[in-house]
């Protein structure tokens, strides 16, 4: 039987969700995936449907989930249906509901500069089954993400805050960011990469491809 993974999308669209949601879904179904894709909150609601999935891919930037929405992907994840995503889609969402952060391992708070050049995206595990045998990667022509993290997430690559950008009174030259992570919610996986401000740093391969393997590593 294949698995089943809902991607749910929407909220500011200047994160490319629709886009973003594009990439992947394809991306889930060459892997042998049946893949659901709405583009509303209230399937969180089918506390039925959840629990019937492996995996659950959040692209919602900021927005509000109701009560009701919230229990049903808290429940879901809890009782293992694994759960992951990127950037504003996954840790830009829900700012009121600190249960929520507490789920993903981290939160978006600030980026240096806005859009800037470029920054490199360093492989703080190199043996993990998401990372392996993969190199560093510059992403070009978007955001560096400041977060705040979960002392508890396993972290999987990092980023160096170089100060060029911004005030660096805030942020602090050599600063080392997790960048992406793992983390338990339960009986769920949940897995978080920082990038992908728009489906374009998805261009990278190596940016592509470890969310791919974070998807999958997730799963149930």
């Excluded at 992947?24 to 609601?45: I, T």
């Excluded at 043996?127 to 993969?134: A, C, K, S, V």
Aim: with cysteine; hydrophobic share 35%.
């Amino acid at each position: 039987m294949a698995k089943q993974a809902l991607i749910v999308w929407g909220g500011w669209d200047g994160h490319t969700p629709k886009q973003s949601a594009d990439v992947f879904a394809p991306e889930l179904q060459a892997a042998g995936y049946e893949v659901d894709v709405r583009d509303s909150l209230a399937v969180y609601e089918d506390h039925d449907h959840l629990k019937s999935l492996d995996l659950i891919v959040p692209i919602w930037t900021m927005g509000e989930i109701t009560k009701e929405q919230w229990q049903g992907l808290n429940h879901a994840v809890r009782a293992g249906v694994g759960c992951a995503g990127f950037h504003g889609g996954i840790i830009d969402s829900f700012r009121n509901n600190t249960d929520y952060q507490w789920m993903t391992g981290g939160q978006w708070v600030a980026h240096p500069g806005n859009c800037i050049p470029s920054y490199t995206v360093d492989i703080a595990d190199k043996d993990h089954e998401i990372t392996r045998d993969l190199p560093a990667f510059e992403l070009t022509d978007t955001e560096q993400y400041y977060c705040h993290i979960d002392p508890a997430v396993h972290v999987l690559c990092t980023t160096t805050f170089s100060g060029d950008h911004g005030d660096n009174t805030l942020y602090q030259p050599g600063t080392v960011m997790p960048y992406a992570w793992t983390k338990t919610w339960g009986a769920g996986r949940v897995f978080v990469a920082a990038w992908g401000h728009t489906d374009k740093d998805f261009d990278v391969p190596e940016a592509k491809e470890i969310v791919r393997r974070g998807m999958l590593w997730a799963s149930r």
